[in-house]
């Protein structure tokens, strides 16, 4: 049985620490807030090391705390697993992570079996062009609570829905390559009552060649979520909502809808981490996501 510690108490922390209980796992939370019965928790990292003495740990704060959780794991000499929700932080800084055995950015959408699938089926084909899109109603994200009292509705706290519904450009990165250069433009177009802008769009040139395209948005009422895309050869569409694989408009594959959050649970429990977003690829998709802000601000194409 290992034992995992959770900093931080949100939907996510608990999410993940339901998921590692479901194992037969021990988990203790690191909040001020109270848990719930059968979960132990502590008010500070400090007594939990000392008390609890963790085999992994996972960051799951709001994101404008990820650096400086992970850097009182640091300075108090954990040597251990770490694993931070995603994004990683709100702006790219590089934190010198040696002593620790491992260190990833959690992407639950890497575990789908869609995803896993296009990869396979791309390997031999020559990528023309991309399109991934993502829309999301933000007051149906959490249930139970006010969307403005959430961090998703405070550019200081989560970084917008760039950096929220950033499993876009994780998995882009990994289906269509780095992107060199982007334009980008963000704007406010609901009436929700937020501080960040509500959708994004990004258009982008990779370093496979692939002419690319992302939107990510808090506004769709339907949940929206898939990939269209172009080879020499063959179209896919990619309907992630619904586990289904097009190709040429044909029926190619359909999946189970899955419970990611379990699979990347066991995946970390057994030390099968290869295929997770690494700490410098987290670091690279805060490079796109600044450069996408930056791009809207001077309303001009960036270099990555």
Same mark, same amino acid.
């Given at each position: 049985m290992k034992k995992i510690t959770i900093i931080g108490y949100g939907s996510i922390g #608990? #999410?993940?620490?339901?998921?590692?209980?479901?194992?037969?796992?021990?988990?203790?939370?690191?909040?001020? #807030?109270?848990?719930?019965?059968?979960?132990?928790?502590?008010?500070?990292?400090?007594?939990?090391? %000392?008390?609890?003495?963790?085999?992994?740990?996972?960051?799951?704060?709001?994101?404008?705390? *990820?650096?400086?959780?992970? %850097?009182? !794991?640091?300075?108090?000499?954990y040597e251990k697993d770490v694993y931070i929700e995603k994004p990683l932080f709100l702006k790219p800084e590089k934190i010198d992570t040696s002593q620790l055995s491992n260190i990833s950015v959690l992407y639950?959408?890497?575990?789908? %079996?869609?995803?896993?699938?296009?990869?396979?089926? !791309?390997?031999?084909?020559? @990528?023309? $062009?991309?399109k991934v899109y993502c829309g999301q109603y933000l007051p149906q994200w959490r249930e139970g609570r006010d969307y403005r009292d959430t961090y998703s509705?405070?550019?200081?706290?989560?970084?917008?829905? !760039?950096?929220?519904?950033? *499993?876009? @450009?994780?998995?882009? @990165?990994? !289906?269509?390559?780095?992107?060199?250069?982007?334009?980008?433009?963000?704007?406010?177009v609901s009436d929700l009552e937020l501080g960040t802008d509500d959708t994004y769009d990004i258009h982008a040139q990779t370093d496979r060649g692939v002419e690319l395209h992302i939107h990510v948005n808090y506004v769709d009422k339907v949940p929206t979520r898939y990939i269209e895309l172009k080879t020499q050869n063959n179209e896919y569409k990619i309907d992630i909502i619904n586990g289904k694989v097009l190709k040429n408009?044909?029926?190619?594959?359909?999946?189970?809808?899955?419970?990611?959050?379990?699979?990347?649970?066991? %995946?970390? @429990?057994?030390?099968?981490?290869?295929?997770?977003?690494?700490?410098?690829?987290?670091?690279?998709?805060?490079?796109?996501?600044? $450069?996408?802000?930056?791009?809207?601000r001077l309303k001009k194409q960036v270099t990555v």
């Open positions: #608990r #999410r993940h620490g339901a998921c590692f209980m479901k194992l037969g796992h021990s988990v203790s939370f690191v909040s001020r #807030r109270s848990p719930i019965e059968g979960e132990t928790s502590h008010e500070n990292i400090t007594s939990n090391l %000392k008390l609890f003495n963790p085999d992994i740990i996972l960051i799951c704060t709001e994101t404008s705390k *990820h650096d400086e959780n992970l %850097k009182e !794991l640091l300075s108090l000499g639950n959408l890497r575990g789908l %079996k869609e995803i896993n699938f296009i990869r396979n089926e !791309l390997n031999n084909e020559k @990528i023309l $062009k991309a509705s405070d550019v200081s706290k989560s970084g917008g829905v !760039l950096a929220d519904l950033s *499993h876009e @450009i994780d998995y882009s @990165i990994l !289906l269509f390559g780095k992107i060199k250069t982007l334009t980008a433009l963000g704007s406010k408009n044909e029926e190619s594959a359909v999946f189970e809808k899955a419970d990611t959050y379990l699979l990347q649970a066991e %995946k970390i @429990i057994n030390n099968d981490t290869n295929d997770f977003c690494s700490y410098d690829d987290g670091l690279y998709i805060n490079q796109v996501i600044v $450069k996408a802000l930056e791009s809207n």
